[in-house]
């Protein structure tokens, strides 16, 4: 089997984001998207590998790992105006 084609990519997250305000934990990117986080780029400063309990705030580019068809999906969801993880 081979496989699949593996790329990184940013997004960012916006104040109506559904991911800003929370940590990587709750919202379990690789369970709920299938990406994982390799980096947060916030306000000029680089945290690479960040542990569950960094939270994303609105106005994080956060560095993103997967196929493409899952990074797509997941720049989609983070750009969807939402009040709780939940939607």
Request: no cysteine; hydrophobic share 35%; aromatic share 4%.
């Amino acid at each position: 089997a081979t496989l699949p084609t593996i790329v990184t990519s940013p997004g960012r997250t916006t104040a109506s984001s559904p991911a800003a305000g929370y940590t990587l934990r709750e919202l379990s990117p690789a369970q709920t998207h299938h990406v994982q986080i390799a980096g947060v780029h916030r306000q000029g400063f680089r945290i690479l590998n960040p542990g569950p309990d960094e939270k994303v705030r609105a106005g994080d580019e956060l560095l993103t790992i997967g196929t493409p068809s899952q990074l797509r999906a997941f720049k989609v969801w983070l750009s969807e105006a939402s009040v709780s993880v939940a939607d």
